[in-house]
């Protein structure tokens, strides 16, 4: 057995509440170690991205993935070990372990023998793994929230190449890392590809910095009641009864079954109780607050979410060396999502208004920052913010090779009046400065008619490939992309004056 397979024994042997030795073990007989170590992740997404998302976790993790028929949910499975790297996917919003799924779930007639079946099935559970799970992903969070104070305290030193000063990475480890395990979990958040920042991951109760030791003896001795809540999300026409009546008699026999503590606000353990048509999925919480806030720290008025931002640069495939263009920056959550991601490529970040330029460029600052704490002051992003006017780019014809951005809508932002010109005026002067043949374009938009209108004039040189139906805040939006045609790009003036020839 190795190390770290004998610590991780050691961290799992977790005494959660003294009435939780009652919890039963569904499964008879014994369980070789690589099955005890496997669990059933679930992640909400940004809704029209589940295979993007899907692909991601594929493609970091290694795991097949499962979209749900719930739109915005996926599911895979994963060993322990691998629940750092969870953490650090780009594509997912918040993420739960899942206790059991039920995929065609039989409720009965009347409301009350359905609300009586939700009683019982409380204590019919297999929660001893997930719990477990919770109580591992709730020790690196706090690990993480203590070496991230010390840091902020001795971090003024010089750290080379990002790859920080040994004998500093080495006390912060030997401080934090009682077991291989737990190093094993923090190396995730150390590697320099990981620029993540898992602050969003702590909540207030978990923020403390005293001893580890300290800790467990003293809930050894005076073991704390757990507190907890139960979130009902349920889709579907059928059912007889509300979210609020299914949280409200599950959440009595949770209570009653771990004689935990009922809070609303200031949780320990928020246990989901996912309800769509007969589908049924009770999961515990893994993330406070959702993945999503990372990045931006200087808010407009139209901030688009990181993860839908990575969504949309994962449809473009961008490649190294590609020069990647928002001529409609807003806040800047599309560069910056790219830069962080995708290093190798070189984005630049573009606005009309001035006050959205200067917040991009507060989120960059801001961003780099962050970093410099671990990484120094030779980190940075391959990134430039740059007012412009969308209409005539100061960028040479042919020179860009993706462009991602978030058009105005003509809600918050903008008129739906005011698109009528402004989209046909766009995708011109796109199709101008992105390369001939090769040039990609990923576009946003909940005008769907005028974007429509618009494009089907501009035919010669933009082909539509792919349509992503996606919410945007309640708002039935479109994410196109658009492949540039070979066709070179002609000045409007310049055929206006082949007419006059003819």
Not at 32 to 47: H, K, L, N, R, Y
Not at 148 to 170: A, F, H, L, V, Y
Request: aromatic share 8%.
């Amino acid at each position: 057995m190795s190390d770290v397979q004998e610590a991780t024994n050691q961290l799992l042997d977790v005494n959660l509440h003294e009435n939780q030795e009652s919890i039963q073990v569904m499964e008879s007989g014994p369980r070789s170690e690589s099955e005890q170590f496997q669990v059933t992740i679930g992640a909400t997404v940004p809704t029209g991205f589940e295979q993007t998302a899907a692909d991601e976790v594929t493609e970091k993790l290694g795991s097949s993935c499962q979209i749900s028929r719930d739109r915005g949910k996926i599911y895979f499975d994963i060993s322990v070990e691998s629940l750092a790297q969870v953490h650090c996917l780009r594509s997912v919003d918040n993420l739960f372990v899942v206790v059991q799924e039920f995929k065609d779930y039989q409720f009965k007639e009347t409301k009350e023998e359905v609300l009586k079946d939700f009683e019982e099935l409380a204590g019919k559970l297999p929660w001893s793994d997930p719990l477990k799970v919770w109580k591992i992903n709730t020790s690196f969070k706090k690990k993480k929230t203590k070496r991230k104070k010390i840091n902020q305290n001795s971090g003024k030193e010089k750290i080379d190449n990002g790859r920080g000063d040994k004998t500093d990475e080495r006390d912060v480890k030997k401080a934090f890392t009682s077991n291989p395990l737990d190093s094993h979990i923090l190396d995730y958040y150390e590697n320099p590809a990981i620029k993540e920042e898992v602050s969003t991951l702590v909540g207030d109760d978990l923020a403390s910095c005293k001893d580890e030791t300290d800790e467990s003896s003293k809930e050894e001795t005076n073991p704390e009641v757990l507190k907890f809540r139960v979130t009902c999300n349920r889709a579907g026409e059928k059912h007889c009864f509300s979210s609020n009546e299914a949280a409200r008699d599950f959440g009595g026999a949770v209570q009653e079954y771990f004689k935990w503590k009922a809070d609303m606000t200031n949780f320990d353990v928020e246990v989901l109780l996912n309800i769509h048509d007969h589908e049924i999925v009770v999961g515990i919480a893994l993330t406070e607050e959702s993945l999503h806030r990372r990045n931006i720290t200087h808010f407009g008025p139209t901030t688009l979410r990181s993860t839908v931002a990575y969504g949309m640069l994962r449809l473009c495939a961008p490649q190294p060396t590609d020069i990647i263009v928002d001529p409609m920056c807003g806040t800047g959550a599309i560069p910056i999502e790219g830069a962080t991601e995708w290093s190798n490529c070189y984005h630049i970040a573009g606005d009309n208004n001035p006050l959205a330029v200067n917040r991009a460029a507060n989120n960059i600052s801001s961003l780099l920052s962050k970093s410099q704490i671990k990484e120094g002051p030779s980190w940075g992003l391959p990134i430039d913010a740059v007012q412009w006017d969308i209409c005539s780019l100061p960028l040479r014809t042919g020179s860009v090779d993706i462009i991602v951005t978030d058009m105005p809508f003509g809600k918050r932002m903008g008129s739906k009046k005011r698109n009528w010109n402004l989209y046909p005026a766009c995708l011109r002067e796109m199709s101008r400065v992105c390369r001939p043949g090769t040039g990609r374009a990923v576009l946003l938009t909940q005008d769907k008619k005028c974007f429509t209108k618009a494009l089907s004039g501009m035919g010669h040189v933009w082909r539509k490939v792919h349509t992503v139906w996606v919410n945007i805040g309640g708002l039935h939006a479109a994410v196109y992309l658009l492949k540039r045609t070979p066709q070179a790009f002609v000045h409007p003036s310049e055929q206006d004056g082949e007419r006059t020839l003819w």
